[in-house]
């Protein structure tokens, strides 16, 4: 039997949603509830567009030339995102994952990141996918089995949407984000210049702290100073009625980025919100914030729920 282009195809169900997985980057391909689309999907015989719905790790975003010093020695990875000259959202989104556990709401997969230039540590990956009656959680592990300790940062990458995505059909929606801190880019290369409040007129009003329609607005920011209910944050996408669809995670996430599709052509252009939680903010591997340094032998983790709001 041939495999489809995104790799082997996965089928979670309860109650009124459903899930299907695709094991290259163990990435979410679609999600619905009473058929509604969450996510913007994509065909089980298609090369994932971009990163839509798959991990992050060891890093998310970009890391400036794709260089950075860890322990005294200055490494140096392949600079994948040519136009921006960095390198972007880690090293095992093409990765074909192994299911370990198979059940009809249940479903781990597990990858490896080999030590290779530019990073030179093997770290095991385990993404725990369960499906539930309130929605899709996705738990992501990361193991160290190298002999020296390692830089990691890990998040998630699923675009949002409401209803059938559409070309420019985001502009409808509004956005809820209580995130009291947003980090400014360099408009040409997506890379960090300093952090403010969302108040603040630099922010370029993004301030969602209050759910407002995105319009026009474009965002390819990570923000944090994250509000949080029971030790949870979250982002929401909503139409005029007050229905949609809302990612939540704890606090091994400070840090969420926000992007708005605006890279896309036709139909992709502005046709989800990418609500990506992470464990530390773009180009950590030089700044050092936030960044997780795991031990020889030792596991971090992170994990987020999307669900529908009615």
Sequence with gaps: MTVPLSGNAFVLRS????????????????????????????????????????????????????????????????????????????????????????ASDHLVLTGMIAAQPGYPWRVRIDAEFRLGPDGLTQEVTASNESATAAPVGLGGHPYLVVGRPRECGIDDLSLELDAGEILLVSPDRMLPERSVPVSDPLAGERDFREPRRIGSTALNHAFTDLARRHGRARARLLDDAGAGVEVEWDDRCPWVQIYTTDHGDGEEFRSGVAIEPMTCPPD?????????????GESVGAGWMIRRVR
Excluded: K
């Design 15 to 102: 109650g009124p949603y459903e899930a299907r997985i695709a094991s290259v980057g163990a990435t979410v391909r679609s999600l619905r509830c009473d058929g509604v689309d969450l996510i913007v999907p994509f065909g089980a015989d298609e090369i994932r567009p971009s990163m839509r719905g798959a991990l992050l790790a060891p890093w998310p975003n970009r890391i400036a030339d794709g260089a950075y010093e860890f322990d005294g020695v200055v490494h140096r990875l392949v600079q994948n995102e040519p136009e921006t000259r960095t390198a972007a959202h880690g090293l095992i989104a093409w990765t074909d994952f192994t299911a370990t556990t198979v």
């Design 284 to 296: 950590a591997f030089n700044s050092r914030r936030d960044l997780l340094i795991v031990e020889a």
